[in-house]
């Protein structure tokens, strides 16, 4: 038998979480954002529940390839561009859409030999300070760009810092929306601004949706600006469950400790379940005694440091817990049960996003037929 660890992928919550991105921005087109392959879901895994989506964006081309190998034929966004100049050939052969952020992008486009024009993202760096043209040299990136016989359509696009939270005190994207649109309120072409965290917070503002919004980790059911709201607040499901079982029992007396380094003292007499599930299945090292974890699907904590393979969890109150028990590390458990990875991520000093996309190669993953 092997390990008893497996995550779970469930396309009915990515076709619900990409549904909440269209009721909230009901005129704009929306990107499934499957880069990282697709966070950590598998982009052949997530397909089937994103497929309603208008494109797919991403930022690696054999990501890209084999998304048309899954007869996807409808839009690819290479959100980053390319990174070298043959990558054009492959651009042009798959059709694939891609970001200008640079002048290199547009020296290697004006030498690129195509008969299929290419449609392109020219991104603006309105205040991320990671990619694009600042505001002042956008137009002539644009005029440039509009020039070559190698560009079919241009499109403007830019990405917030902080659309998650408020920034030095006030909204957290205003400045840069208003930057956005001072530099291309007199120019054509469809606009793409919208990340997950200004869909679900700023999209009543139609200039926030514009034509595309880029749902990356609401279509997963993780909640960007957790724990300020939660996926209830949101509507989103979670996308991925990772599950697994108790391997073995102990009582533990008072005064005695649990795992490496002895981190973890009883004060009084304890149950211990032990987890098959460690760091070097994706869980985070750094999640403290006190992480909630979900035993046959009721919540109870972590306890001791995780370990490699293993981590300890308290069934003190759990009489029934016994080896075999079911243990949901997240996602969605038993009965209903359920368990969010953005709790989980924030025991352990990090986000959703880390933990869904550094599930490790070793845990078997399958898609929930329902
Ligand atoms: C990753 C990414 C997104 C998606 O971000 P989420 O916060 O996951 O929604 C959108 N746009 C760009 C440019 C990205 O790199």
Redesign the pocket.
């Known amino acids: 038998m092997p390990r008893p660890i497996e995550a779970l992928i469930h396309p009915d919550a990515l076709a619900h979480n990409l549904g909440r991105a269209r009721a909230l921005a009901p005129d704009a087109k929306v990107w499934a954002?499957v880069?990282a392959n697709a966070y950590g879901h598998g982009i052949e895994r997530a397909f089937e529940g994103l497929r309603g989506a208008d494109g797919f964006?991403l930022l690696d081309l054999a990501e890209a390839q084999r998304l048309r190998d899954l007869d996807w034929r409808g839009p690819i966004l290479l959100?980053e561009g390319v990174f070298e100049p043959r990558d054009l050939e492959l651009c042009s052969r798959l059709g694939l859409w891609h970001a200008v952020h640079c002048t290199e992008q547009i020296d290697w486009l004006a030498a690129h030999k195509t008969h299929v024009p290419h449609r392109v993202f020219l991104k603006m760096n309105t205040g991320m300070n990671r990619l694009g043209f600042r505001p002042q040299a956008f137009r002539a990136a644009w005029a440039r760009l509009n020039a070559l016989p190698q560009v079919d359509e241009i499109s403007l696009m830019t990405?917030f810092s902080d659309a998650d939270a408020d920034r030095f005190g006030q909204n957290g994207i205003a400045h840069q929306v208003a930057a956005f649109h001072e530099a291309t309120h007199d120019l054509p072409g469809e606009r793409s601004l919208a990340?997950?965290?200004a869909t679900l917070r700023h999209c009543a503002d139609a200039g926030v949706r514009a034509d595309w919004v880029?749902?990356?980790?609401?279509s997963y059911g993780g909640v960007?600006d957790f724990p300020e709201h939660d996926a209830a607040h949101w509507d989103l499901k979670p996308a991925m469950t990772l599950r697994s079982r108790l391997i073995a029992v102990q009582e533990v007396q008072p005064g005695e400790s649990v795992g490496y380094g002895s981190s973890f003292v009883a004060e009084a007499p304890l149950r211990i379940g032990v987890v098959a599930c460690g760091y070097a299945d994706g869980y985070p090292r750094h999640c403290p005694t006190g992480t909630p974890v979900l035993v046959d699907g009721v919540r109870t904590r972590t306890v001791g440091r995780v370990s490699m393979d293993m981590l300890t969890v308290d069934i003190t109150h759990l009489p029934a817990a016994r080896l075999g028990s079911e243990v949901t590390l997240w996602g969605q458990g038993p009965q209903g049960s359920a368990l969010s990875i953005d709790e989980v991520a924030r025991a352990g000093g990090t986000i959703g996003?880390e933990l869904m996309c550094a599930l490790a190669q070793r845990v078997p993953v399958r898609v929930d037929e329902g």
């Open positions: 954002v880069k964006a959100l990405h990340n997950s965290a880029r749902a990356g980790i609401m960007p996003y």
